[in-house]
């Protein structure tokens, strides 16, 4: 009998910022390969999004936290496991946001905002689904994500830039401590994508579109779709042996 190694049929998943975007792609994505996925995220539209995938015969619960909050990430994240039926296999830390300032007006209220969604909370969400692994005795699989942002500094976006930054050496540590126990800690860095977080840069009067696309070697912006293949790899057994990378999926952007 062939063995498919990316089948997630039987494992039970979180995705946090999963109401829209590159989150709602990769949740698609492992609910598609056969998961049972809980989404998080502070938009109420996540209860929606959830019933929408139980429509189409997904297995998929919605929870709405603020992950801003310290408090709040510990209970939607005991929210999702319940959900979950008290076992938790992968989380996908993909809530993030931006904000864009010249460095020497960047107001501190926002450099704070950004490092708490992007680096503080996938610190807690990751830290509470080691202690769930290691509860269980069992694999499990913590993917973060990363960004270009991760490698370049960028511009007018210090906050992000370092959150990224911080995400992708996060990544490593943990691995450090926790692949002995069959954690696996892997990040995926997308490039440039077409998102809503993007709108302003992919709008063909910028300059800067043309700017990125001609440098992209696949001619094209990313999407959510383009998600879906690398995070059920790293969600599955078909990664095993894979801890402490960060895997660009950017049509060949970083090489160019």
Known sequence: MVKNFTDLTGRKAIVTGAAQGLSRGMAEGLM????????????????????????????????????????????????????????????VNGAGVQKRHPSEEFPYEDWEFVININLNAVFSMSQLAGQQFIKQNSRGKIINIASMLSFFGGYTVPAYAASKGGVAQLTKALCNEWSSRGINCNCLAPGYMDTDMNVALTNPDNPRFKEITDRIPANAWGTPEDMKGPVVFLASDASNYLDGAVIPVDGGYLVK
């Open 32 to 91: 598609e390969a056969g998961a049972e996925v809980a989404i998080i995220d502070l938009n109420p539209k996540v209860m929606e999004v959830a019933a929408e995938y139980v429509e189409k015969g997904y297995s998929c619960h919605g929870v709405i936290g603020n992950l801003a909050n310290v408090d709040d990430r510990k209970k939607a994240f005991d929210e999702c496991v319940r959900a979950l039926g008290d076992h938790l296999d992968i989380i």
